[in-house]
């Protein structure tokens, strides 16, 4: 094993590659220029981000290595983006403001508090709306969309709208969705 091998897997690498995070999510997020937080989350944090994609100012992300995001899919600012066990957005996905995606919590029974994880996976078209709160393991179907400050618990099939705390059936949403989402401003 070469040196920086052993360094990046040790308690230094650790605190250098936390310290770099910390950079970005107190002060790198908030360059006012997609372009360079792009480019920083590709590129010195490993977030797979597609074409036409935009992550607007603020957004907070947690292993962003383990984060994809699809074609044509926007996230508003203030939102948290948690890769620690995988986090998968589709293609034309509006994630809107302040929404929080966890894929770690504890386990409120267990005897040590451990941590226990699931990916998200959140399917094309699907619409999260603002203040949400999307729970670990938890998959939001193809065109299905959130209401605004609901909790997901449970996962939410193709084309339904669900909303309240824990997250209920409202209605079913129109699966004929041909849309592309494009949304860059400066100063986002």
């Known amino acids: 094993m070469s040196f920086l091998n052993k360094l990046k897997d040790s308690k230094i690498g650790q605190f250098c590659r936390d310290l770099h995070l910390g950079l970005y999510n107190r002060l790198f997020t908030f360059i006012p220029s997609f372009t360079v937080r792009h480019f920083l989350l590709r590129y010195l944090y490993g977030m797979k981000i597609g074409r036409e994609t935009n992550i607007h100012m603020g957004v907070k992300v947690l292993s962003p290595q383990r984060i994809s995001i699809n074609d044509n899919s926007i996230v508003h600012f203030d939102c948290i983006l948690d890769g620690r066990s995988g986090l998968t957005i589709g293609k034309c996905v509006d994630v809107s403001y302040q929404v929080n995606i966890f894929t770690l919590q504890h386990d409120m029974d267990a005897p040590d508090y451990i941590a226990t994880g699931a990916p998200v996976v959140i399917h094309d078209y699907a619409v999260i709306a603002g203040r949400s709160i999307i729970l670990p393991g938890v998959t939001i179907g193809k065109g299905a969309v959130v209401a605004s400050g609901a909790v997901v618990t449970k996962d939410v099939p193709d084309y339904m709208m669900v909303g309240g705390v824990p997250a209920q059936f409202i209605r079913q949403r129109n ?11 400066y100063f986002h």
């Open 175 to 185: 699966p004929n969705l041909t849309y592309k989402l494009s949304y860059r401003r």
